[in-house]
């Protein structure tokens, strides 16, 4: 079955501590996002990859970094420099690049600062 | 810059009762319209979609939506709902950025179903 798959699905973590978020999809998509989603805030767009080996800032990077070394892999860090941690992390992929804009979803992972 | 809005945060509706939730969005060009539900913990499922052509989409689980230009409106509508419609739902707009493309996204509805 053929899909997006985020891990952990609950993190703790301290103050001042970085954690990797992982998101893996066998779907074979060129692009990958990461989106955070707050209570009433709807998804707010963090970093998004078009390519390996490449990837633009959202609306919301500070705090934040990724990388994409391979197609199927886009994992999140989210660092000590980001204030307010705890959120609703959604990890996405579609098609191609161009104007469709369909996006397939994981399940999400939750992120509570301690 | 592109917008959408999503103007009830939370909808209570009568089992069987019919439904619509309003969207609308701010874009310069032609859009492409989404309807997702989400599921509390869990992860966005698309309901259906405008590129372009037939104004009424029809989706998955007896959802459709129309879209009127004139209102800059992508209102999602089902005759009766079920129970189970209850769930978070987000209209978004695609807006490419540079040469890719990312959807913006309202901040949801949600649905409540009484019995």
């Known amino acids: 079955d053929g899909g997006i798959t985020q891990s952990p699905k609950y993190l703790f973590r301290k103050e001042g501590q970085n954690v990797t978020l992982s998101c893996e999809q066998n779907?074979?998509?060129?692009?990958m996002y990461w989106y955070r989603q707050d209570p009433g805030q709807g998804l707010r767009l963090i970093y998004y990859?078009?390519?390996?080996?490449?990837?633009q800032k959202g609306d919301i990077a500070e705090g934040y970094s990724v990388s994409r070394e391979k197609k199927e892999s886009f994992p999140l860090t989210v660092t000590s420099a980001q204030k307010n941690p705890t959120a609703f992390y959604l990890c996405?992929?579609?098609?191609?690049?161009?104007?469709?804009?369909?996006?397939?979803f994981g399940e999400g992972s939750r992120l509570t600062v301690l | 810059a592109q917008s959408v809005t999503q103007p009830d945060i939370h909808i209570t509706v009568s089992e069987g009762a019919s439904l619509e939730l309003r969207c609308n969005y701010s874009?310069?060009?032609?859009?492409?319209l989404f309807w997702y539900v989400q599921s509390p913990g869990q992860g966005l499922q698309l309901l259906l979609k405008?590129?372009?052509?037939?104004?009424l989409v029809q989706g998955i689980k007896g959802f459709e939506a129309e879209f009127k230009r004139s209102q800059s409106s992508f209102n999602l509508r089902k005759p009766s709902v079920h129970w189970s419609d209850a769930a978070e739902y987000f209209c978004?707009?695609?807006?490419?950025?540079?040469?890719?493309?990312?959807?913006?996204f309202g901040k949801g509805t949600t649905l409540s179903v009484s019995s």
């Open positions: 990859s078009q390519i390996v080996n490449d990837f």
């Open positions: 874009y310069g060009a032609t859009p492409y």
């Open positions: 978004a707009v695609g807006a490419g950025r540079q040469a890719g493309t990312a959807l913006i």
């Open positions: 779907l074979n998509h060129d692009a």
């Open positions: 405008y590129f372009s052509g037939d104004t």
């Open positions: 996405a992929s579609s098609i191609g690049t161009g104007m469709t804009g369909e996006l397939f």
